[in-house]
């Protein structure tokens, strides 16, 4: 298939929260991380470590996962605030009908803690997307750093170099709760946060989450125009 122009990658892209196995090859993902790469960086410090999970490896991976999860695993054990305790009426209006909407698309009711928990449970299956990658930064440069935001870019250029050629992806910050359990798994340095997962592949069409289009709220609201 033809390439989208950026403009078309941006509107294409969705979080995808149920993928095929169709595979993808290890020589694809490393080229998308090269052009990744291109990324803008203070100073060019380039301050993203990437782990890629695939194969064997990565139903290994899945498996333990579930198991921490199933054991009990502190939902709230990530190393840096996924959600602030000190986040506004706004914010925290838009997150929860985020919620809503994600789990009515998966034909989940409100009341149902089970199904809300087996699609929670989802995302350490990487929604069972053929390739998995992780995303590190330096201690030093992350919570209170501007570099976090640089690690943040790169990402986002990944996403999109990937969803150029027509290939889906979702971020997890989701897999930061189980930094301890992937730090010796993974080979990641003590010396490193890890910040998010991500979820490569190709979105299954019939699966009904993937039909949610998030919305946005109009330029109007969050820019303010001087001297035009």
């Given at each position: ?160 170099a990937a969803q150029a050629e027509g290939i889906d992806s979702c971020p997890q910050e989701a ?54």
């Amino acid at each position: 298939m033809a390439e989208l122009t950026v403009s078309e990658a941006i509107n294409a892209r969705q979080s995808r929260r149920a993928f095929l196995d169709t595979p993808i090859a290890r020589e694809t993902v490393e080229r998308l991380l090269a052009l990744a790469s291109r990324s803008p960086s203070g100073s060019n410090m380039q301050p993203w470590t990437v782990y890629v999970v695939m194969g064997e490896k990565l139903a290994e991976l899945k498996e333990r996962a579930l198991e921490a999860i199933a054991g009990g695993v502190d939902l709230g054990a990530a190393e840096f605030e996924i959600y602030p305790a000190g986040m506004s009426e706004t914010h925290t209006e838009r997150r929860m009908r985020n919620a809503d909407e994600m789990f009515g698309a998966a034909g989940i009711a409100r009341d149902d803690k089970a199904g809300r928990m087996m699609q929670m449970a989802a995302n350490f299956r990487f929604f069972d997307a053929p390739v998995g990658l992780f995303f590190t930064i330096d201690r030093a440069l992350a919570v209170g750093n501007g570099q976090m935001a640089h690690l943040g870019m790169f990402i986002q250029t990944l996403m999109l170099a990937a969803q150029a050629e027509g290939i889906d992806s979702c971020p997890q910050e989701a897999w930061a709760v189980l930094h301890e359990m992937l730090r010796p798994w993974l080979g990641v340095p003590d010396s490193h946060m890890l910040y998010c997962g991500m979820a490569l592949g190709h979105h299954d069409p019939d699966a009904p989450i993937n039909s949610l289009r998030t919305d946005r709220v109009p330029v109007s609201e969050f820019t303010t125009f001087i001297g035009a």
